[in-house]
């Protein structure tokens, strides 16, 4: 049986492209991009791309970056998913553009999404960022859940004052321990009744008995 040569070279050429054809779809699909996706993120976009940058380093890459509490890397196929896990916040800072972490770890507002720092509702409005010394960070919620706080300040780098979102200032002393709480709670109500403050109420002698208010 003889066979039409044309038609064999046609078959061979159709058999030669659909091979050629098989041969790129593997090929594009074999060297695919590979799709990062951060999870809930919190971090800004720059900084999303500088961790794509240091995946194959990623450990030793956000070790140089205290604030960053743990992380969690998924692949699945062409498709990584990582969930960064941010330390505790205490407050941020819009003088010097920093958030304080509850660790005392400080990073610049550049790092974090501007919907992150909007929700940080406490300021600090010390000169430099606040440092949270022992007394502060045991009792600090103690003293949120009798004072409306929303700014605070570290003075003389000893004691803090707390800015009320009335603009009141309390001025807090030296040593905030049980005492000092317990008679914060036993007393707020009596001193919010019975007199009439807008400016300051100084607590910084509570120990003598002394309160100066205005």
Do not use: C, W
């Not at 500088?50 to 970056?65: G, P, S």
């Not at 974090?112 to 600090?140: E, G, H, V």
């Not at 780098?157 to 709480?181: A, Q």
């Amino acid at each position: 049986m003889k066979i039409n040569l044309s038609v064999f070279l046609n078959f061979i050429i159709s058999i030669s492209i659909l091979l050629f054809f098989l041969y790129f779809v593997i090929n594009y699909i074999s060297k695919k991009p590979t799709i990062i996706n951060f999870i809930h993120s919190d971090i800004n976009t720059n900084f999303e791309i500088d961790i794509t940058d240091n995946l194959n380093n990623i450990n030793n890459y956000l070790k140089n970056f205290e604030f960053i509490d743990s992380y969690l890397l998924k692949k699945n196929k062409n498709e990584i998913n990582i969930k960064i896990k941010l330390k505790k916040v205490f407050a941020k800072n819009n003088s010097i553009q920093e958030i304080i972490f509850v660790d005392n770890t400080t990073a610049p507002f550049n790092y974090f999404k501007s919907t992150y720092l909007d929700n940080i509702d406490l300021i600090d409005i010390s000169n430099d960022a606040i440092y949270i010394n022992r007394y502060l960070s045991d009792n600090y919620q103690k003293l949120a859940s009798i004072f409306n706080i929303s700014q605070i300040e570290y003075i003389d780098d000893r004691r803090y004052n707390l800015v009320l979102s009335s603009g009141t200032i309390i001025m807090l002393p030296k040593v905030i321990d049980s005492d000092f709480i317990n008679f914060i709670q036993n007393n707020i109500e009596i001193i919010n009744k019975n007199t009439n403050y807008e400016k300051f109420l100084d607590l910084r002698n509570f120990h003598k008995k002394s309160i100066r208010l205005k």
